[in-house]
């Protein structure tokens, strides 16, 4: 085949990853930045720093938050203040985003694993066993996942490993659906048709022909899934079917000193939504970030 300036221009264009144009991108680098930072900080404090979020100090009730530092003393102690039965504020904090952002985090990423291995068989396989799955999947997402939430911890009893598996059920319809959508889509194209006709494994078409074209869609999906299991967990601690007590998680925080506000202490509900809040726009801004960055590394 004779050179031509059009091949010659295509040659030399080097593909960019799409790492680095999400790193290029400054609220998404950012927002990935403050997530890192904040899960360390999480991770730090509850290895290395001598916390404990159950002792209860009788003559430490409603102590404001003291954000100090000297050289001698270093951080303040009780940096974030204590509640009405003199726990440190900060350590319940910290050990409440660990229960909160790991049962989230854990639901999210197995649905999702089992999400997309089902929505993938259903798809590319037709069969009685198949065709009876898709008719289940189905059936479940025509109800409100927080029903089958409420339904399995009030049978099996609030505790974190019972919200995990019950937030897990509820979102494997959801990413099943999706996934079986976006791949049953990609299959009636003709690229597919070709790849088919030619012989190629359903699971050779799957890698090298339609993940690459709908991967930015099921990262995308995968960050609104975790945002959801967020939401769903801190709602289960709310109405008290998350952890038990004392046990320290978001929602529970929030429902536990509800009552605390209209006395001025404000910052005991308001340290636990602002983590819950700040969490959840940084993991859907990386989330759509990373989907940008992949369809422009495609095009």
């Not at 290029?24 to 404990?52: E, G, K, M, R």
Request: aromatic share 14%.
């Amino acid at each position: 085949m004779a050179k031509t300036e059009f091949l010659d221009i295509n040659a030399r264009r080097k593909k960019v990853p799409w790492w680095r144009i999400f790193r290029n991108s400054w609220l998404p680098w950012y927002a990935f930045v403050t997530l890192v930072t904040l899960v360390i900080l999480i991770a730090v404090s509850i290895l290395f720093f001598d916390l404990n979020p159950y002792d209860q100090q009788s003559s430490e009730f409603f102590k404001k938050p003291n954000i100090t530092f000297s050289f001698r003393d270093g951080i303040g102690k009780l940096i974030l203040g204590t509640d009405d039965l003199g726990r440190d504020v900060y350590a319940r904090l910290m050990y409440g985003c660990k229960n909160t952002f790991l049962c989230s985090f854990g639901a999210a990423t197995i649905s999702y694993i089992i999400g997309m291995m089902l929505g993938f068989i259903t798809s590319v396989y037709s069969n009685p066993v198949t065709g009876s799955v898709r008719y289940f999947i189905r059936t479940m997402n025509s109800y409100t996942p927080m029903i089958f939430v409420f339904a399995i911890v009030t049978v099996l009893g609030p505790s974190i490993k019972n919200t995990l598996w019950a937030i897990t059920v509820s979102l494997v319809p959801r990413f099943t659906n999706i996934c079986y959508n976006l791949v049953d889509g990609e299959k009636k194209k003709e690229y597919v048709k070709a790849v088919t006709l030619d012989g190629a494994s359903p699971f050779f078409i799957f890698k090298f022909s339609i993940f690459p074209n709908i991967r930015d869609t099921l990262i995308s999906q995968y960050t609104k899934g975790l945002t959801m299991a967020i939401l769903d967990v801190t709602s289960l601690g709310f109405l008290g079917l998350c952890v038990k007590d004392p046990e320290p998680e978001l929602g529970c925080m929030i429902a536990e000193n509800m009552d605390l506000v209209y006395t001025g202490n404000y910052w005991l509900i308001a340290l636990p939504g602002l983590m819950i809040v700040l969490f959840v726009i940084m993991i859907n801004i990386i989330g759509d970030g990373i989907r940008t960055s992949m369809h422009k590394e495609s095009s």
